[in-house]
């Protein structure tokens, strides 16, 4: 009979009937974390609002109230990402890489369809080893119009009229389905999904949103950023959230 | 040159009848005709001085450096080819930062000065290299005190006192040996090698003084002499030539 | 390698490890595989203390090529700004498990005139960060351009580092605080050995995340006193002293500031008090509990 493979004399291969494999008693080290945070985005049909929650989080811990979620990657594109706080820091990096050398090409910024696909063909060229990070992609499109685009980590992704990304999407998105009143996808020949709401509106049901995400989702609080992209320009406001 | 036509100075690799290898030699003519390097150990620290030929006058002052630190405590003046010396300093930095990874230590000078004589005299073994056309005055401070290093393109690594290199080394050397390096400082050395080179400098092409130093003064540290004490040294070289000059 | 599971020996008494003596056959069954490899293994069964050999051989699954847990490790770092200027504090504890293996190791470094560098976790890793932070200095040195890195730059770079290290599932197992002055304001970074980076006006690697950073958030202001800071920072270390069972009571604050640059304090102890009720009797108000 083959002898066991020797192993290491750690506590947990003292015990009895250590068999081969089983040498750990200690989780094993984890590339991972989530560091939590909640994103937003609506489109409407001359505006575009993206906002992220500022809580940096670490299981029952937070690490800091004031982290910023959003990027920008040109005048109107931006990117809103939740997960996974060293892998959102390592696409943005990356994201901005490959935007500075689309304008050495171009000589124009990247669009938010340019950026839509770029973000989706790296997270999916990253599959087997994935940024876990919860994306939107925000901007506006050739029109003017407001563009969302939402992804999960390894890729696939579409266009959409609003939607809402990480720790608090649970409670978030089903407000967003039942206000924004979205066209089943189901719906034969597809009906228009960008939200009809105006402007004004549309940033109460964004605030509302993360006030409420906030009394239940521990992952989100302390601030929400919220900006809206027009034509004439971005605004940015904060908005204090419990701190608890 | 004998050599020249008997085909024995075609190859580093070839020795002439009489035992001599004019690629060497040709290499060392390359550093000869360069701009004067000085170097001087005086009783606090070394002094390392290069003349360095303005080519033209729209070029940038100061570019071109031809004094290059190597680590904190070791730096290097090159004289000949500069693209060929530069060489040489990178690989300095490596063999310094390799030595400190190493040993956990700084490199000392005798050991850098050896580890790079023998990265020299590598590219006068093979047909299919040439030897650097560049020689390197180096200044080193470790537990030894300061010291000079010569490293020529032979391969060859020497410790001075002091010594020249370049255009006006005879003469330079000369002047070199009437100083007192015992009992000089960097600070009177400084003044010491901007005379010396201006003296040589007979011509009337502009040239450009880089003046580095590690020294107590310098914190033990290899840099360039501070700009205001560079200017009052090149000041006194100048009077002091004038004064020669009318006398 | 490691201690042996304590347990009580018929052989050798009460609190020794190891089965009883002459007896091989109660052996459970993994000492006794290892009993009879190696004749160099101690007969009574107990734990071999050297490493053996032949453990080090690919045996099915690879031998450790990583680092999946650390071995002699420091506590948290905290640190915080005030008025014109940063200050870092941490014990010189390093550990061994439970054991204080050396008691003088200093955590946090100076790396540049303007920066300085506070760890927590594996201290072969900070050793192996910090020959890494001299070789980029000397390299810097050696540009002659009269440039150095900035503080933020730096928190920056071993930020990447430390992603990277974990992309290669060979993490660099530290919790890292990078302090300094940045164009003359107080920045403070803080880097994770799965490269999670951020940046806040108080900070707290480890035990000093649950027991300090609750007392900065509640008294820590941008515009405080040097005097000001060293008391908070004081009490902050004085708190995690009480409740980390890792540290000891020598510790050392450094600062940056604008006019001293980096300066480190020498050792020293802090004045501690167990006669609180609390501690003396900490089941008085819980009743029923023993």
């Given at each position: 009979m083959a002898a066991p493979p020797l192993q290491l004399h750690t506590p947990a291969s003292i015990?009895?009937?250590?068999?081969?494999?089983?040498?750990?008693?200690?989780p094993a080290w984890s590339p991972y974390d989530d560091n939590g945070g909640t994103c937003v985005a609506v489109a409407g049909s001359d505006y575009c609002i993206v906002a992220a929650s500022t809580r940096l989080s670490t299981g029952f811990s937070?690490?800091?109230?004031?982290?910023?979620?959003l990027f920008q990657i040109s005048e109107q594109v931006y990117i809103a990402s939740a997960g996974f706080q060293a892998d959102i820091r390592a696409l943005q990096k990356m994201l901005q890489t490959r935007n500075v050398m689309y304008q050495h090409i171009h000589r124009k910024p990247m669009s938010a369809s340019a950026l839509a696909q770029l973000l989706g063909n790296n997270l999916y060229y990253k599959?087997?080893?994935?940024?876990?990070t919860w994306n939107l992609c925000v901007g506006l499109d050739p029109e003017g119009k407001g563009s969302v685009y939402t992804y999960d980590p390894v890729g696939s992704f579409e266009r959409v009229g609003y939607s809402c990304q990480g720790s608090g999407k649970d409670l978030i998105q089903p407000v967003l389905d039942n206000q924004l009143k979205a066209a089943s996808p189901?719906?034969?020949p597809s009906e228009n999904?960008?939200?009809?709401?105006p402007l004004e509106q549309a940033q109460d049901l964004v605030r509302d949103a993360f006030v409420s995400a906030g009394e239940r989702d521990?992952?989100?609080?302390d601030c929400v950023e919220i900006l809206t992209i027009t034509t004439g320009g971005v605004h940015r406001e904060t908005l204090d959230l419990k701190k608890d | 040159m004998s050599g020249i036509g008997t085909g024995y100075d075609l190859s580093v690799s070839t020795f002439s009848p009489?035992?001599?290898v004019f690629q060497t030699a040709y290499a060392q003519k390359a550093v000869d005709n360069g701009g004067t390097v000085v170097g001087i150990r005086c009783k606090d620290g070394v002094v390392l001085g290069v003349e360095k030929p303005?080519?033209?006058?729209?070029l940038v002052g100061?570019?071109?450096?031809s004094t290059y630190p190597i680590n904190q405590q070791t730096g290097m003046g090159i004289a000949g080819v500069s693209a060929d010396g530069r060489q040489i300093v990178n690989r300095a930095m490596q063999e310094a930062t390799q030595y400190k990874g190493f040993y956990g230590e700084v490199i000392p000078g005798y050991v850098l000065s050896e580890r790079i004589a023998s990265y020299v005299h590598?590219?006068?073994?093979?047909?299919?290299v040439r030897p650097f056309g560049a020689a390197l005055l180096m200044a080193s401070y470790d537990s030894e005190g300061p010291q000079l290093y010569l490293i020529e393109p032979g391969g060859t690594a020497h410790r001075y006192f002091g010594t020249a290199i370049g255009k006006g080394r005879q003469s330079a050397k000369t002047d070199i040996e009437k100083l007192k390096l015992t009992e000089l400082s960097c600070r009177q050395g400084v003044v010491e090698v901007a005379k010396i080179l201006h003296t040589v400098h007979d011509e009337e092409k502009p040239f450009e003084l880089e003046l580095a130093w590690i020294c107590d003064e310098s914190n033990k540290e290899f840099k360039r002499v501070p700009a205001d004490l560079a200017a009052e040294a090149e000041q006194q070289a100048k009077a002091a030539l004038d004064e020669d000059m009318d006398s | 390698m490691f201690a042996k599971a304590p347990s009580h020996s018929?052989?050798?008494?009460?609190?020794c490890a190891g089965p009883?003596?002459?007896?091989?056959?109660?052996?459970?069954s993994a000492q006794a595989s290892a009993h009879e490899r190696?004749?160099?293994?101690p007969s009574c069964g107990a734990?071999?203390?050297?490493?053996?050999?032949?453990?080090?051989?690919?045996?099915g699954s690879q031998p450790h090529?990583?680092?999946?847990s650390p071995y002699v490790t420091g506590s948290s770092v905290l640190a915080i700004t005030y008025a014109g200027g940063v200050m870092l504090a941490s014990d010189t504890l390093a550990s061994y498990g439970s054991t204080?293996?050396?008691?003088?190791?200093?955590?946090l470094v100076k790396v540049n005139d303007s920066t300085v560098l506070g760890a927590g976790g594996e201290i072969s890793d900070l050793q192996f960060i910090l020959n890494m932070l001299d070789d980029l200095k000397t390299e810097d040195y050696c540009a002659d351009d009269g440039q150095s890195l900035s503080s933020q730059e730096l928190y920056s770079y071993l930020s990447r580092v430390m992603y990277n290290r974990r992309n290669k599932m060979d993490p660099l197992w530290n919790s890292l605080i990078i302090a300094g002055l940045e164009g003359g304001k107080p920045f403070l970074g803080s880097v994770n050995m799965i490269g999670v980076a951020f940046s806040d006006d108080h900070l707290a690697t480890g035990f000093g995340n649950h027991l300090a950073r609750p007392l900065f958030r509640k008294r820590h202001r941008p515009d405080m006193s040097e005097e000001e800071a060293t008391a908070l920072i004081r009490e902050a270390l004085e708190v995690c002293y009480y409740r980390d069972?890792?540290?000891?009571?020598k510790f050392q604050i450094a600062k940056v500031t604008a006019s001293e640059g980096v300066s480190i304090s020498e050792p020293f102890a802090l004045p501690t008090k167990w006669e609180y009720k609390a501690f003396v009797d900490p089941t008085r108000n819980a009743v029923g509990v023993w």
């Open positions: 015990g009895p009937a250590s068999g081969p494999g089983d040498i750990k008693s200690r937070i690490l800091t109230r004031d982290c910023s979620k599959r087997f080893f994935p940024y876990f189901l719906v034969l999904w960008m939200t009809a709401l521990i992952y989100t609080g | 009489d035992g001599r303005v080519a033209s006058k729209m100061g570019s071109n450096r590598l590219f006068n073994l093979y047909w299919y | 018929t052989a050798l008494g009460p609190g009883p003596l002459a007896n091989p056959q109660q052996l459970s190696g004749s160099h293994q734990a071999p203390f050297a490493v053996d050999a032949s453990m080090l051989r690919s045996t090529k990583h680092t999946q204080k293996r050396y008691k003088s190791v200093q955590r069972k890792q540290s000891i009571n």
